[in-house]
């Protein structure tokens, strides 16, 4: 307990130098904030000075920040500059869509890459092994936006219901518009998304995996548990995958952000109303407290998600302590 209060007073001022960097670099952009005021015919330089004011964006930059952060103290991330509702409304009608799509492919993706990567350790350079292999660096090879789009031309625009003559799988939103709630309606707008979104991420895990767990396989514990007679299942769970999945919790630790931050191009091609549609939005339209948000929200969770994994490691290895 006290390690992880340690950590997290030692990410406070992590935290302070990361927003400060990014605040800079947001601010920096060419054309600034009221870049996109001034494309704006029916705006004279007086209106842009006012509004520049208004704003605060006439104040030295060390200014603006130290504002900006004596704002977020109080819980007041500011306003959007493109529909004018607060920053914390725009995220909360964002944020569920993307925890939503963001967990079920996190559940999923796990419950496939972990018994693949061990399934391909045990088995080593067996033909299931070799075939597993050749998929996984092709899924890692395919762009998400190029995948993403397949799936849409074949599940969506050739392949077709037999019954019905519709689309196989619907390509866009989180259910069908206009009709009740149903659960084989919801799973069926997550298909598309979870499968262009957790290819890559279950090529990336089941490697590491079976790379960690071919260490973990011909260490001499793994043998003597073996020794003594131990089911070759107990052996795997208990002995060698412990050990196995320390790197893998980084890797995972590291992704979580993007529980928050959402899929940037999958919540784009499948018209999924989540943060990296708000992100994206936020990006064209030089809504510079959106941006902000998002980013700093991201940075948070990472630095969460990495005291979580260190905490974790001690639960999964018994032998990790923290003094």
């Given at each position: 307990?006290?390690?992880?209060?340690?950590?997290?007073?030692?990410?406070?001022?992590?935290?302070?130098?990361?927003?400060?960097?990014?605040?800079?670099?947001?601010?920096?952009?060419?054309?600034?904030?009221?870049?996109?005021?001034?494309?704006?015919?029916?705006?004279?330089?007086?209106?842009?000075?006012?509004?520049?004011?208004?704003?605060?964006?006439?104040?030295?930059?060390?200014?603006?920040?130290?504002?900006?952060?004596?704002?977020?103290?109080q819980g007041d991330l500011?306003?959007?500059?493109?529909?004018?509702?607060?920053?914390?409304?725009?995220?909360?009608?964002?944020?569920?869509?993307?925890?939503?799509?963001?967990?079920?492919?996190?559940?999923?993706?796990?419950?496939?890459?972990?018994?693949?990567?061990?399934?391909?350790?045990?088995?080593?350079?067996?033909?299931?092994?070799?075939?597993?292999?050749?998929?996984?660096?092709?899924?890692?090879?395919?762009?998400?936006?190029?995948?993403?789009?397949?799936?849409?031309?074949?599940?969506?625009?050739?392949?077709?219901?037999?019954?019905?003559?519709?689309?196989?799988?619907?390509?866009?939103?989180?259910?069908?518009?206009?009709?009740?709630?149903?659960?084989?309606?919801?799973?069926?707008?997550?298909?598309?998304?979870?499968?262009?979104?957790?290819?890559?991420?279950?090529?990336?895990?089941?490697?590491?995996?079976?790379?960690?767990?071919?260490?973990?396989?011909?260490?001499?514990?793994?043998?003597?548990?073996?020794?003594?007679?131990?089911?070759?299942?107990?052996?795997?769970?208990?002995?060698?995958?412990?050990?196995?999945?320390?790197?893998?919790?980084?890797?995972?630790?590291?992704?979580?952000?993007?529980?928050?931050?959402?899929?940037?191009?999958?919540?784009?091609?499948?018209?999924?109303?989540?943060?990296?549609?708000?992100?994206?939005?936020?990006?064209?339209?030089?809504?510079?407290?959106?941006?902000?948000?998002?980013?700093?929200?991201?940075?948070?969770?990472?630095?969460?998600?990495?005291?979580?994994a260190d905490v974790v490691?001690?639960?999964?290895?018994?032998r990790i302590r923290y003094?």
């Open positions: 307990m006290r390690y992880v209060v340690r950590r997290l007073l030692q990410a406070i001022p992590l935290i302070l130098v990361i927003s400060a960097a990014v605040f800079a670099l947001i601010q920096l952009v060419p054309g600034g904030p009221m870049g996109v005021y001034g494309k704006n015919p029916n705006l004279s330089a007086e209106d842009l000075a006012r509004l520049e004011e208004r704003l605060g964006l006439d104040q030295p930059l060390h200014m603006q920040y130290l504002g900006w952060l004596g704002n977020v103290a500011g306003y959007s500059y493109d529909t004018k509702r607060p920053v914390t409304a725009e995220i909360a009608d964002r944020l569920p869509a993307t925890l939503y799509l963001m967990s079920v492919t996190f559940v999923v993706v796990l419950a496939i890459a972990i018994p693949v990567g061990i399934l391909c350790a045990v088995k080593q350079y067996s033909w299931t092994d070799n075939l597993i292999s050749t998929l996984t660096f092709a899924g890692q090879a395919l762009p998400v936006f190029w995948l993403g789009l397949m799936l849409i031309m074949i599940f969506y625009g050739w392949a077709r219901n037999p019954l019905t003559g519709e689309p196989l799988l619907p390509a866009r939103g989180m259910a069908t518009l206009g009709e009740d709630f149903s659960l084989g309606d919801r799973l069926r707008h997550l298909i598309l998304p979870v499968v262009t979104l957790g290819l890559g991420w279950v090529s990336w895990y089941s490697r590491y995996l079976r790379s960690s767990m071919l260490d973990v396989l011909h260490q001499g514990y793994v043998r003597t548990a073996r020794a003594k007679g131990l089911s070759e299942r107990i052996v795997l769970r208990r002995h060698a995958f412990k050990n196995a999945a320390i790197p893998l919790i980084t890797v995972v630790a590291l992704d979580l952000a993007t529980l928050v931050t959402g899929a940037l191009y999958v919540e784009i091609i499948f018209s999924w109303p989540g943060m990296g549609q708000l992100f994206y939005r936020a990006a064209t339209r030089r809504d510079y407290p959106v941006l902000m948000a998002v980013t700093m929200l991201a940075a948070v969770v990472v630095v969460l998600a990495n005291i979580i490691y001690a639960w999964v290895n018994p003094e």
